[in-house]
Nanobody, 127 residues
Framework: QVQLVESGGGLVQAGGSLRLSCAAS????????MGWFRQAPGKEREFVIS????????YYADSVKGRFTISRDSTKNTVFLQMNSLKPEDTAVYYC????????????????????WGQGTQVTVSS
């Protein structure tokens, strides 16, 4: 089982940027697809972005296209979520998730497809 720890959350003004990190331990992420999800108060957890273990396949939620990007650094066993042009509606707890996949093009977008989760990091965007 891989353990995940998110960091980098905080308070930012609308239009600003944040970079979240998801550091893994226990297993190398070389064969894991990674995803970011978020949950705002009173709402269900929603998909944000995912990346296949090769990095060759990335899926975006429509709400973050053109603003968020995901990357992975195999040397650090870490995945990053770069968030630009932040909006108040991006306010949520952000969770990273990992799932070992059979092929390098698989990048799940549904929460139930992931079995390893971090504890979450709060992102608050003020207007």
């Amino acid at each position: 089982q891989v353990q995940l720890v998110e960091s980098g959350g905080g308070l930012v003004q609308a239009g600003g940027s944040l970079r979240l990190s998801c550091a893994a331990s226990g297993r190398t992420l070389s064969r894991y697809a990674m995803g970011w999800f978020r949950q705002a108060p009173g709402k269900e957890r929603e998909f944000v972005i995912s990346i296949s273990w090769s990095g060759g396949r990335i899926y975006y939620a429509d709400s973050v296209k053109g603003r968020f990007t995901i990357s992975r650094d195999s040397t650090k066993n870490t995945v990053f979520l770069q968030m630009n042009s932040l909006k108040p509606e991006d306010t949520a707890v952000y969770y990273c998730a990992a799932e070992e996949t059979a092929a390098d093009w698989i990048a799940p977008i549904r929460a139930y497809e992931y079995h390893s989760w971090g504890q979450g990091t709060q992102v608050t965007v003020s207007s």
